[in-house]
């Protein structure tokens, strides 16, 4: 049961313009969002995160959006750069913490 | 500080036998989760650690088992490996639970079952 989907397998844009991930949950209990990066052989990196109490966070060129009635949050980069091309997953945990749930990931290509 | 490494980097086994992945975490890290990445898919949960005591599981086996030890390492045992065992296994450590959601990922191993 994929309690977090991404459903865009992949992503094509111009340089300097912007890309907009988006992410969509079914569990209503999830109270923290986390947006990751992920570069061919290596390990995920910590991109962004969002509390439910939020609904915009933002952190220089990338900011992430929540809509909790929708169940959806996104992920936009502006401008893009060649140096973002690479998987982005999203993740999300209820409060405790214990768990984690990701989804599929959204594959970017920045073209330059 | 050192990040998140994790040994063997690949691994080959047959079905049927047992294999330990290793983790050490960043220091100070007293949370680690294991996770595992079919190809095509996002990381799925297996559990998590938390000053050396599971406190979050998700939808695996038993024979899927693990240790924290105090020195901020850890292991994932796989037990009666099968064919689907296939896949990358990460680990993620994370400070204090109650004070940071953000892991830090290791590269991952790579365990192919034939």
């Known amino acids: 049961d994929q309690q977090v989907k991404q459903n865009s397998p992949s992503l094509s844009v111009q340089e300097g313009r912007i890309s907009i991930l988006n992410c969509d949950y079914t569990?209503?209990?999830?109270?923290?969002f986390l947006w990751y990066k992920k570069y061919p052989a290596e390990g995920p990196t910590f991109l962004i995160s969002?509390?439910?109490?939020?609904d915009k966070n933002e952190d220089g060129r990338f900011t992430v959006f929540l809509n909790k009635s929708a169940k959806h949050l996104s992920l936009h980069i502006v401008p893009s750069q060649p140096g973002d091309s690479a998987v982005y997953f999203c993740?999300?945990?209820?409060?405790?913490?214990?768990?984690?749930?990701f989804g599929t990931g959204t594959s970017l290509t920045v073209i330059p | 500080e050192t990040g998140v490494t994790q040994s063997p980097t690949h691994l080959i086994k047959t079905r049927g036998q047992q294999v330990t992945l290793r983790c050490s975490s960043q220091?100070?890290?007293?949370?680690v989760s294991w996770y595992q990445q079919a190809l095509g898919q996002g990381p799925q949960f297996i559990f998590q650690?938390?000053?050396?005591?599971?406190?979050g599981r998700g939808n695996f086996p038993p024979r899927f088992s693990g240790l924290q030890f105090p020195n901020y390492s850890s292991e994932l045992n796989v037990n009666a490996l099968e064919l689907d065992d296939s896949a990358l296994y990460l680990c993620?450590?994370?400070?204090?639970?109650?004070?940071?959601?953000?892991?830090?990922f290791g590269p991952g191993t790579r365990l192919t079952v034939t």
């Open positions: 969002i509390s439910s109490i939020k």
């Open positions: 993620a450590s994370r400070p204090n639970p109650t004070v940071s959601y953000e892991q830090y």
């Open positions: 650690y938390y000053r050396e005591e599971e406190n």
């Open positions: 569990n209503s209990m999830f109270d923290y």
């Open positions: 993740a999300a945990s209820g409060r405790t913490g214990n768990q984690f749930y």
């Open positions: 220091s100070g890290h007293n949370t």
